[in-house]
């Protein structure tokens, strides 16, 4: 069975640029997570979504980041404009539900110049 | 504020060597406790969970334990492997309101011949 998918792995903008990531979860997994990692730290969640609704975004620095999650499968995650500071890894995980697991993509890291 | 620390930042031990990594936690209220082995690159997988009842919980040559009154976790690594070279990280959530993770920084492991 396939793990969590994302698109692209890399990803190297200027600032100002939008960017734009996808996230495939494991099939029939409802709870979807973004998260965020620098360099050297731990994941920080950044969106989770129960089905296609967003039930926690405080987190989400709603000024430039947006994210969406139609028909509660796929995800993507936007920034728009991205600033040099948006340079990390942006990782997809997903779980059965809230209780289970969570399983993580392999992550895509952006690099703002 | 939830917090997990982990200790050492990072670690150097020779192929064959054991080693103990820690994790102290503040996280309240307590539902589990992860280990999650991230290579560099990849997503993190889980290698152990525990419970608040589990003191000790094994998974091939990795063993983990749980001191809930002192908030204290170990990993401990038998006999490294080159491939045990990744970065480990505590993850405790919390119970109710989503279950929610609190990620620590992670212990930097390089194993070397």
Known sequence: EAGVVQSPRYKIIEKKQPVAFWCNPISGHNTLYWYLQNLGQGPELLIRYENEEAVDDSQLPKDRFSAERLKGVDSTLKIQPAELGDSAVYLCASSLEPINEQFFGPGTRLTVL | ?113
Request: charged fraction near 15%; hydrophobic fraction near 25%.
């Open chain 2, 1 to 113: 504020k939830n917090q997990v620390e982990q200790s050492p930042q990072s670690l150097i031990i020779l192929e064959g060597k054991n080693c103990t990594l820690q994790c102290n936690y503040t996280v309240s209220p307590f539902s589990n406790l992860r280990w999650y082995k991230q290579d560099t690159g990849r997503g993190p997988v889980s290698l152990t969970i525990m419970t608040f009842s589990e003191n000790t919980k094994s998974n091939g040559r990795y063993t983990a334990t749980l001191d809930a009154d002192t908030k204290q976790s170990s990993l401990h690594i038998t006999a490294s492997q080159l491939s045990d070279s990744a970065s480990y990280i505590c993850v405790v959530t919390t119970r109710g309101g989503g279950n929610k993770l609190t990620f620590g920084t992670g212990t930097q492991l390089k194993v070397e011949l």
